[in-house]
Antibody
Framework: QVQLQESGPGLVKPSQTLSLTCTVS??????????WSWIRQPAGKGLEWIGR???????NYNPSLKSRVTISRDTSNNQFSLKLNSVTAADTAVYYC???????????????WGQGTLVTVSS | QSALTQPRSVSGSPGQSVTISCTGT?????????VSWYQQYPGKAPKIMIY???TRPSGVPDRFSGSKSGNTASLTISGLQADDEADYYC??????????FGGGTKLTVL
């Protein structure tokens, strides 16, 4: 059973860089037909897809965040990471990591999720 | 890219059926059969209930079903139970390797 766990600072100052890591257990992030995503949810609001990284290391990003986002991976520790720069209060949210299993052309559902971590942007 | 449109809330009595709609455009919901639905309890991570418009993952009760017509996808929950009360989000592939969510619907079991 694959498990995902987010970690990182819970408080980030405005204009700085938000950095989070997702540690995966029960499966390798560098093998198989999988994508590994980041999604966020401001308090009381809906979900927003941020982007994802494939087992090969290729990435896809939400166009509205693309200029500020980098998703990377550390295969030796079976982790993938999110960096979001120039943050503002609008980036305050619960951040989730999640997995997609690709079967044929079907490669867009999120079947396993981490529990989420709250990141607050404030001075 | 605008969020997919869902009703803010729906309600039903135990045993009844409810349907949650998710309206997009021909560039997302209407253009691809990659619509998924997620159930989220307060303070918890979302859980996948439907993918590829109408496929249920193993372990999801067959009371949950999905469909699509044109630019609108739907999630129907039949035989409503108290623990179905949650927020529900639709999600669709939106082309150019991007994903878009709906605004979410709060389901109340009366």
């Amino acid at each position: 059973q694959v498990q995902l766990q987010e970690s990182g600072p819970g408080l980030v100052k405005p204009s700085q860089t938000l950095s989070l890591t997702c540690t995966v257990s029960g499966g390798s992030i560098s093998s198989g037909n999988y994508y590994w995503s980041w999604i966020r949810q401001p308090a009381g609001k809906g979900l927003e897809w941020i982007g994802r990284i494939y087992t090969s290391g290729s990435t896809n990003y939400n166009p509205s965040l693309k200029s500020r986002v980098t998703i990377s991976r550390d295969t030796s520790n079976n982790q993938f990471s999110l960096k979001l720069n120039s943050v503002t209060a609008a980036d305050t949210a619960v951040y989730y990591c999640a997995r997609t299993y690709c079967s044929g052309a079907s490669c867009w559902d999120l079947d396993y999720w981490g529990q989420g971590t709250l990141v607050t942007v404030s001075s | 890219q605008s969020a997919l449109t869902q009703p803010r809330s729906v309600s039903g009595s135990p045993g009844q059926s409810v349907t949650i709609s998710c309206t997009g455009t021909s560039s997302d919901v209407g253009g691809y059969d990659f619509v998924s639905w997620y159930q989220q309890y307060p303070g918890k991570a979302p859980k996948i209930m439907i993918y590829d418009v109408s496929t249920r993952p193993s372990g999801v009760p067959d009371r949950f079903s999905g469909s699509k017509s044109g630019n609108t996808a739907s999630l129907t929950i039949s035989g409503l139970q108290a623990d179905d009360e949650a927020d529900y989000y639709c999600c669709s592939y939106a082309g150019s390797h991007t994903l878009i969510f709906g605004g979410g619907t709060k389901l109340t079991v009366l």
